[in-house]
């Protein structure tokens, strides 16, 4: 019985790798070529690849005109792909290999699918170029309209036409389809409809000679088929040694998933190249369920089109530990790309803006009061309520802000809460909660109110109750509107206070930003010079404070401030257990695999530039199993808490938790099936830092 493969092992999770190859070549040496082909075939298996293409017409050559009608040529073809198919006996992954047959009287430009010994099937391009440096229309035919064949082809007979799908069943299942060059170019690329009949994978065996500009052409074109059909798009086109009588190749090959690349060659190569990366199958069904124009799309296409044909056989993927062969990126609400991130903020920053700006232009109010703490999220909020006002051609003065200091705030925090609203020029004010937070203990007969030092929920959350209820009520009196404080991370983890707490407000622009993504936000606002060097100063002591709702005294919560990560975990990993639960619905050990990818080894891997050096931390797997329990725990647990959340604009493609857009779930769900799923599936031990590719 074949071992299954390792937590460690990519194909344990939904993965398959994919491998896209350039040989070198030499025109109308199909000997050469064959020889070429089957080296990178070897090299494939032994980097543990389930789908291995290689370029258009490869064993021939591409640019050999009329030879390629030559039947010296046709017979040694069939020849070297027998001998291929027979090599592939001992190998693993499944193989395209591109080449010209003859076919009852007409040459057809073929891509040869074959896999363990067998002849899957052969796949005839559609669209032939006839136009500028092409002329294939003088050699082939367009296999459009050929379904449902058969043929004898290199001593085997396999399924001929362009219906076909390639079904790979077993412990690592998917699906591919195979197109060949120009059908990648075309308003209608096949791929599209195989996408719809249930193909994850979309192969193009392709030729593409090189000019100026064509590589970007075709990173745009083939990101974006993987995009609109949720799907992976492999890549191979010819490389060194194709003929350069009139024609320049530069063995461009690349692999996208879902826009996203995630493997390209070093074009221009002097010798064979091969890439490979995982693309995640099970993410790609899971995306297409949830968009319901894909389903639309499959209902359509299937009364307008033949059913395709599916070709089945057995994989088996390799077992064991096997490196991850794409980058995870540690904080997926933050890009790592300093470009980007910048261009995240903005987008992120605007968006909050806007949303506040058209909230206030619908009620006809002109002041808004908030609650100012000097932690990160009020702070995030404040700044958005001063570039509101600035839009809107109102005085700052028009923003009530408000520090309430209870029994633990500390003189930091006061500070700098103090030092933000004097800098931003908004209208500031001081109230104490303390004496009501003690008439109201004292009220409820509370231990704290006969001097006993009893610090429990109750006790924090009546401080947090009535800094709520004061905004309320000083909104009523100032016309104006609340604007919340709180975040995407401490909506996922039930960390806030519901209702009359911090849970609520008239408008919250902060309800679907991570707590991950705020730090950068404030950084990007102290940076901007929007603000002056004082306020600027104010923002980046913000960033280096402990993250503490301040509820407990001091010297009840140990050596430091009470720490909001000490008892929710590191927002680092529970913003990517969110993520990854929301957004693509994975499972919890999937979640534990990707997040052990990106945070058990901290020298590994991209850090978003403005990440302090000494927050850069890894966590070993036990560590990421036990923060993602709790998790797990707090989210369902919580719900009734989303399920009444104040209107905020959506930020990311992350998602929100509103109700009305991207999250409905009932409030008494178990979270039992998911811990069971994480139990069963994650080990216990730590077995080091996961494995990286040479």
Same mark, same amino acid.
């Given at each position: 019985?074949?071992?299954?493969?390792?937590?460690?092992?990519?194909?344990?999770?939904?993965?398959?790798?994919?491998?896209?190859?350039?040989?070198?070549?030499?025109?109308?040496?199909?000997?050469?070529?064959?020889?070429?082909?089957?080296?990178?075939?070897?090299?494939?298996?032994?980097?543990?690849?389930?789908?291995?293409?290689?370029?258009?017409?490869?064993?021939?050559?591409?640019?050999?005109?009329?030879?390629?009608?030559?039947?010296?040529?046709?017979?040694?073809?069939?020849?070297?792909?027998?001998?291929?198919?027979?090599?592939?006996?001992?190998?693993?992954?499944?193989?395209?290999?591109?080449?010209?047959?003859?076919?009852?009287?007409?040459?057809?430009?073929?891509?040869?699918?074959?896999?363990?010994?067998?002849?899957?099937?052969?796949?005839?391009?559609?669209?032939?170029?006839?136009?500028?440096?092409?002329?294939?229309?003088?050699?082939?035919?367009?296999?459009?309209?050929?379904?449902?064949?058969?043929?004898?082809?290199?001593?085997?007979?396999?399924?001929?036409?362009?219906?076909?799908?390639?079904?790979?069943?077993?412990?690592?299942?998917?699906?591919?389809?195979?197109?060949?060059?120009?059908?990648?170019?075309?308003?209608?690329?096949?791929?599209?409809?195989?996408?719809?009949?249930?193909?994850?994978?979309?192969?193009?065996?392709?030729?593409?000679?090189?000019?100026?500009?064509?590589?970007?052409?075709?990173?745009?074109?083939?990101?974006?088929?993987?995009?609109?059909?949720?799907?992976?798009?492999?890549?191979?086109?010819?490389?060194?040694?194709?003929?350069?009588?009139?024609?320049?190749?530069?063995?461009?090959?690349?692999?996208?998933?879902?826009?996203?690349?995630?493997?390209?060659?070093?074009?221009?190569?002097?010798?064979?190249?091969? %890439?490979?990366?995982?693309?995640? +199958? !099970? #993410? @790609? *069904?899971?995306?297409?369920?949830?968009?319901?124009?894909? /389903?639309?799309?499959?209902?359509?296409?299937?009364?307008?089109?033949?059913?395709?044909?599916?070709?089945?056989?057995?994989?088996?993927?390799?077992?064991?530990?096997?490196?991850?062969?794409?980058?995870?990126?540690?904080?997926?609400?933050?890009?790592?790309?300093?470009?980007?991130?910048?261009?995240?903020?903005?987008?992120?920053?605007? %968006?909050?803006?806007?949303?506040? +700006? !058209? #909230? @206030? *232009?619908?009620?006809?109010?002109?002041?808004?009061?908030? /609650?100012?703490?000097?932690?990160?999220?009020?702070?995030?909020?404040?700044?958005?309520?001063?570039?509101?006002?600035?839009?809107?051609?109102?005085?700052?003065?028009?923003?009530?802000?408000?520090?309430?200091?209870?029994?633990?705030?500390?003189?930091?925090?006061?500070?700098?809460?103090?030092?933000?609203?004097?800098?931003?020029?908004?209208?500031?004010?001081?109230?104490?909660?303390?004496?009501?937070?003690?008439?109201?203990?004292?009220?409820?007969?509370?231990?704290?109110?006969?001097?006993?030092?009893?610090?429990?929920?109750?006790?924090?959350?009546?401080?947090?109750?009535?800094?709520?209820?004061?905004?309320?009520?000083?909104?009523?009196?100032?016309?104006?509107?609340?604007?919340?404080?709180?975040?995407?991370?401490?909506?996922?983890?039930?960390?806030?206070?519901?209702?009359?707490?911090?849970?609520?407000?008239?408008?919250?622009?902060?309800?679907?930003?991570?707590?991950?993504?705020?730090?950068?936000?404030?950084?990007?606002?102290?940076?901007?010079?929007?603000?002056?060097?004082?306020?600027?100063?104010?923002?980046?002591?913000?960033?280096?404070?402990?993250?503490?709702?301040?509820?407990?005294?001091?010297?009840?919560?140990?050596?430091?401030?009470?720490?909001?990560?000490?008892?929710?975990?590191?927002?680092?990993?529970?913003?990517?257990?969110?993520?990854?639960?929301?957004?693509?619905?994975?499972?919890?050990?999937?979640?534990?695999?990707?997040?052990?990818?990106?945070?058990?080894?901290?020298?590994?891997?991209?850090?978003?530039?403005?990440?302090?050096?000494?927050?850069?931390?890894?966590?070993?797997?036990?560590?990421?199993?036990?923060?993602?329990?709790?998790?797990?725990?707090?989210?369902?647990?919580?719900?009734?808490?989303?399920?009444?959340?104040?209107?905020?604009?959506?930020?990311?493609?992350?998602?929100?938790?509103?109700?009305?857009?991207?999250?409905?779930?009932?409030?008494?769900?178990?979270?039992?099936?998911?811990?069971?799923?994480?139990?069963?599936?994650?080990?216990?031990?730590?077995?080091?830092?996961?494995?990286?590719?040479?």
């Amino acid at each position: 019985m074949a071992k299954a493969p390792s937590f460690a092992n990519p194909y344990a999770h939904g993965f398959v790798r994919v491998a896209a190859c350039t040989p070198r070549v030499r025109p109308a040496d199909v000997g050469f070529n064959a020889a070429q082909t089957l080296e990178l075939m070897h090299r494939a298996h032994d980097a543990g690849v389930g789908v291995c293409i290689f370029p258009e017409l490869g064993l021939s050559g591409y640019a050999i005109d009329d030879l390629l009608q030559q039947s010296v040529l046709l017979h040694r073809v069939q020849t070297e792909l027998a001998a291929l198919i027979d090599a592939s006996k001992r190998m693993r992954p499944m193989f395209v290999v591109g080449l010209p047959i003859a076919v009852e009287g007409r040459l057809f430009n073929c891509a040869a699918t074959f896999h363990a010994g067998r002849l899957l099937g052969v796949t005839p391009k559609t669209y032939l170029p006839s136009y500028r440096e092409f002329y294939e229309r003088r050699w082939f035919a367009s296999g459009a309209g050929v379904v449902g064949r058969e043929i004898e082809v290199a001593g085997h007979t396999a399924p001929f036409g362009v219906d076909l799908l390639f079904k790979a069943a077993g412990p690592a299942p998917f699906t591919a389809h195979v197109e060949i060059c120009e059908d990648g170019w075309t308003p209608e690329p096949p791929s599209g409809k195989a996408a719809l009949a249930g193909a994850e994978v979309l192969l193009n065996v392709s030729a593409s000679n090189i000019t100026l500009g064509k590589a970007d052409t075709r990173r745009l074109l083939f990101g974006a088929q993987s995009s609109r059909c949720i799907a992976a798009y492999v890549f191979s086109a010819s490389g060194p040694g194709e003929s350069t009588t009139d024609l320049a190749w530069d063995g461009h090959a690349a692999v996208f998933e879902m826009g996203e690349k995630l493997a390209e060659t070093q074009r221009f190569p002097i010798q064979s190249e091969m %890439i490979t990366a995982d693309v995640d +199958v !099970e #993410r @790609l *069904r899971a995306e297409r369920i949830r968009t319901g124009s894909f /389903g639309d799309g499959v209902g359509t296409t299937a009364a307008a089109n033949p059913p395709f044909r599916t070709v089945s056989f057995d994989f088996e993927p390799p077992a064991g530990d096997l490196a991850l062969q794409r980058a995870v990126p540690r904080f997926p609400y933050v890009p790592a790309d300093e470009r980007a991130l910048r261009e995240t903020c903005y987008e992120a920053w605007n %968006i909050q803006v806007q949303g506040l +700006v !058209e #909230r @206030l *232009r619908s009620t006809g109010m002109q002041r808004l009061v908030i /609650g100012v703490s000097g932690g990160l999220d009020s702070t995030e909020a404040l700044i958005v309520c001063v570039r509101a006002m600035e839009q809107l051609n109102l005085p700052r003065a028009n923003i009530f802000a408000y520090t309430l200091p209870g029994f633990a705030t500390s003189d930091g925090t006061k500070g700098h809460a103090w030092g933000l609203m004097r800098s931003l020029g908004v209208t500031a004010a001081e109230i104490d909660i303390r004496p009501a937070a003690r008439q109201m203990l004292a009220d409820m007969d509370h231990p704290f109110s006969k001097g006993e030092k009893v610090y429990d929920v109750t006790f924090e959350n009546v401080q947090a109750g009535l800094r709520t209820d004061y905004l309320f009520r000083l909104a009523n009196q100032k016309a104006a509107l609340v604007v919340g404080t709180g975040d995407l991370s401490e909506l996922g983890l039930g960390w806030c206070t519901y209702g009359v707490g911090d849970h609520m407000s008239h408008y919250n622009p902060n309800g679907s930003v991570s707590k991950t993504l705020i730090q950068h936000l404030i950084r990007f606002a102290a940076n901007s010079g929007e603000f002056g060097p004082e306020t600027a100063e104010i923002l980046l002591g913000v960033l280096a404070s402990e993250i503490s709702p301040e509820l407990v005294p001091q010297d009840e919560a140990g050596a430091g401030p009470q720490s909001t990560q000490a008892v929710v975990g590191p927002y680092p990993l529970q913003d990517f257990n969110l993520f990854h639960l929301t957004r693509f619905g994975m499972a919890p050990s999937k979640i534990a695999y990707l997040s052990w990818n990106a945070w058990s080894d901290s020298a590994h891997g991209a850090w978003p530039a403005d990440i302090p050096a000494g927050d850069r931390r890894g966590y070993d797997l036990p560590e990421i199993k036990s923060w993602l329990a709790l998790f797990l725990k707090r989210f369902f647990a919580n719900q009734f808490k989303r399920s009444a959340l104040p209107n905020g604009p959506k930020i990311s493609s992350g998602g929100s938790l509103s109700p009305r857009g991207d999250w409905r779930m009932p409030s008494d769900a178990s979270p039992a099936a998911w811990l069971d799923e994480l139990a069963a599936n994650t080990p216990d031990a730590d077995p080091g830092p996961a494995p990286r590719s040479a």
